[in-house]
Each structure stands twice: as structure tokens, then as C-alpha cells.
């Protein structure tokens, strides 16, 4: 297995869900972190989670858990950055860090690999997973290497979205249009859980 290390993003309450923490919503009597966990866990060789919540159920998923290491509740990039300063801190073996949205239950299973390939083909640090023209920035792969900007980036020059601070580093995207619905589908609003069932009952439950 490539040594590459995982870190699902999870983030705050949803308001627009009746609050609590998104990721523990459910349908089809699954929650939504359960599947991103099956989905992810045998495509890296170290999964981790990255949750500024102390909550009992994300706690009892015996994964490595951390917070923001930049306070403030910053938004996906303090994440990513906390992800790549846990990486060089504990896995020293590992050069690369593939992110992975909290709400996003459909994600490909060749992700990392195309991810992976893709950066180590063409000499890049950073490569966003696109589909049907539109990037998704969280499910990326990362270089370790790129902590220390990023750093600055986030307290220094108060840079808060991801492509912005993305492109001075010359990012890559991959596509994965093969898909009859979008594998990045992702769960915002109670209606969304409506569609995500119909989503894995026509195209996962066959």
C-alpha cells in the first residue's frame, strides 16, 4: 500500500440540519461517516479524522483524532494544514496527506490512486479530484512539505479558501467524469439525505 495518510475533515454543527455534527446524519441506516470511513480506510495506510468537536460517537471510531492547530474555527484549510503538521509529527515515512469531505458519502475508490499517480507523474505538490467541470478542493493530495506556507498563509496572510493559496503552488486537477452521478455528492440539508438514498439504492444496491 502506497504510505500515504488519509484525514477526513469534519466540520462544525450544520445549522441547516437541525444542528449537531453532520457527519452523524444518517440514511438508509447507515450514518454518513460510517461509509466514508469504508470507502477511505482501504485506499490509505493510516486514517485519521480531523474534528474540532468533542463528541462520544466520533471518539468511539478508534481512528487518530486532532483538532485545528490554528484556532478560530478557520474553515477546511486549517484542516488541511493540521492534517499535514500530523503527518510529519507522527508518520515520518509518509510525503503525502489525501484529504477527504466529511459530508461526501459517494466518493471514487480509485481516488487516492489517481490522486497518488497523478502527483508523482507530473511533478506536482497538490492535485484536486474534478468532476463533471468543477473542482472539489478537499479531495486532494497533499505534500507534506507544504505545512510551513501554509501556515503562514492561514495566520499571516488570512488566506481562507483553498484554491487561492492552492495556486501559487502550480495545483493539477484529475478528473473522474465516468460516474452516472457525481461520486462527489455531498450532504448539506435534510433534502440531501433524501437524495442520497435514492443515490445508492439505483446506483450501489443492485
Known sequence: MKQVTGCILIGGKSTRMGGGIKCLKKFNNCSIIDRIIQRSKSQVSNLTIN????????????????????????????????????VKSNNSNHEWVVTFAGDTPFFPLNLVDKLYNSALNNNKKIIFANSFGRNHPIFSIWHISLE????????????????????????????????????????????DLIEAEKIENYFFKK
Do not use: Q
Open 51 to 86: 474534528c474540532n468537536s468533542d463528541d462520544k460517537i466520533i471518539n468511539k471510531l478508534k481512528l487518530p483524532i486532532f483538532s485545528d492547530i490554528i484556532k478560530g474555527y478557520l474553515g477546511p484549510l486549517a484542516g488541511i494544514h493540521a492534517a499535514l503538521k500530523w
Open 148 to 191: 510551513e506556507d501554509l501556515k503562514y498563509a492561514i495566520e499571516k496572510e488570512k488566506i481562507r479558501k483553498i484554491e487561492l493559496w492552492a495556486r501559487r503552488h502550480e495545483f493539477n486537477v484529475i478528473n473522474f467524469d465516468e460516474y452516472k452521478y457525481d461520486p462527489f455528492f455531498n450532504i448539506n440539508k435534510y433534502d
